[in-house]
């Protein structure tokens, strides 16, 4: 997912100076419940590019994309993947550009980035600091927490 650079540090790089004008949060949805106090996050900025951020497969490690988050059960045609989601679930995108507290972010522009790495150099955490505020979102035990400020 992330792209070709140092671990993807580049697309955080990418960012600075970027205003957002789209939030996307990526939640587990089971039957009727959403699971909302964890999942990737999807930036899109005034230019058209995409942050995502999301767990690595590990459980340690951030992943740093640029390509938006698309569902890997879409189309859901496939008879076994359809009575898996039905059993388990699946994570689904839900745009929160207008909820709380996201509605914040709109308009916001990134003034700059940190990260906190693993001791093997791969991301772990990272910051946007904004203008008005800032995101964490950091990798802790296979999820994805995002804290606003």
Do not use: Q
């Amino acid at each position: 997912m992330s792209d070709n650079d140092e671990h993807g540090r580049g697309a955080l790089n990418a960012a600075v100076d970027a205003t957002i004008i789209a939030v996307r949060r990526m939640f587990y949805v089971l039957g009727t419940d959403i699971d909302r106090s964890e999942g990737p996050i999807e930036f899109t900025f005034h230019d058209g590019s995409t942050l995502l951020l999301d767990a690595g497969l590990d459980g340690e490690e951030l992943r740093i994309g640029v390509a938006p988050w698309r569902d890997p059960f879409e189309p859901l045609v496939d008879p076994v993947n359809i009575e898996y989601v039905a059993a388990s679930g699946k994570y689904t995108a839900f745009d929160v550009t207008d909820e709380d507290p996201y509605v914040v972010l709109t308009g916001a522009r990134v003034e700059a980035v940190s990260v906190i790495s693993l001791a093997d150099g791969r991301p772990r955490a990272a910051t946007l600091y904004l203008t008005g505020g800032m995101v964490k979102v950091e990798t802790v035990a296979d999820e994805l927490l995002v804290t606003l400020a």
